[in-house]
């Protein structure tokens, strides 16, 4: 079997759709195994956010679709400071966003990551949020 370098499986230059659709189910399935036991530490927490975002962009519709879903579903276990972060680029992808289809995603993923929140949390994310929309 041949070995695959690790700078292909970014999602701006893995040519394999089904890799790319799969990387944030992964990243968000291991996230939340490992935040059963322990909080996550804060730096690993923070790229695999990062990686969540760079999702977002991704050329795929799927691929952007799902990594809405993974946000979504760790919502509630990341800290505040990385959701906002997220919260943050969704709210500027929606405005600078060309295509209504895209930019009813994005809209849709912070009113529904919103939901997941508690409500301290959620009114922090919403005065980070509103000022940009």
Wanted: neutral net charge.
């Amino acid at each position: 079997m041949t070995k695959i370098p690790g700078k292909i499986h970014t999602p701006k230059t893995h040519l394999y759709l089904l890799f790319r659709f799969m990387a944030a189910l992964d990243l968000c399935t291991e996230m939340i195994r490992m935040a059963e036991g322990q909080r996550i530490e804060e730096g690993l927490e923070k790229r695999i956010c990062s990686a969540f975002v760079e999702h977002l962009t991704d050329s795929s519709l799927d691929v952007q679709t799902n990594a809405v879903k993974s946000i979504q579903s760790v919502a509630s276990i990341i800290r505040e400071s990385n959701l906002i972060m997220i919260a943050e680029t969704l709210a500027k992808m929606v405005i600078d966003a060309g295509n209504k289809e895209v930019r009813d995603i994005f809209s849709l993923a912070i009113q529904s990551t919103i939901n997941e929140l508690k409500d301290s949390s959620a009114h922090n994310m919403i005065k980070a949020v509103y000022g940009k929309l």
